[in-house]
């Protein structure tokens, strides 16, 4: 029950949210679909392993039907955990891509102030970058990024 009401309350923050659309509050409704992205996508894997206990129950004795229900219920909860997690990784995405936005908005709010050593603009700065590492953080243990090399930059010798 105390799901329901938080996700009831995450859904209340969204709407509310969604009216304003500062970098901050895109961040914190990212925020939000980022946590009931998670939640989605850990349920279905419950679903994905129920129904795999489903398909491992068959036996010699169970009919073609019960099979067929089985690989239903298996293929049902695969194609709702493939969604899930897709728009678990969008939601990520769009939170990282605001944290960025938020840092690049302070960083030229800085950069104004032509009075300021680098060590004071550093200060100011230096919080403004957790938020931008963190979701960076979030988003690369999602992703594998793969660095490709060009072959042609290569020295032939």
Do not use: H
């Not at 680098?118 to 200060?123: C, G, N, R, S, W």
Request: glycine share 2%.
């Amino acid at each position: 029950m105390s799901s329901l009401r938080v996700l009831s309350a995450a859904l209340a923050l969204g709407l509310a949210l969604a009216a304003c659309q500062s970098a901050e509050k895109k961040a914190a409704m990212d925020e939000v679909k980022v946590a009931r992205g998670v939640e989605a996508v850990c349920a279905a894997q419950a679903d994905v392993d129920d129904a795999v206990v489903a398909v491992n129950a068959l036996t010699a004795e169970s009919t073609v039907a019960e099979a067929e229900k089985a690989g239903e219920k298996l293929n049902n909860a695969l194609s709702a955990l493939n969604k899930a997690e897709d728009q678990l990784v969008k939601a990520e995405v769009k939170e990282y891509r605001d944290q960025v936005e938020i840092f690049r908005q302070a960083v030229n709010d800085v950069s104004k102030n032509k009075n300021l050593t680098l060590a004071e603009a550093a200060d100011q700065l230096k919080g403004k970058a957790a938020p931008v590492v963190a979701a960076r953080a979030q988003l690369a243990a999602t992703s594998v990024c793969v660095a490709v090399e060009d072959d042609s930059m290569k020295d032939p010798s």
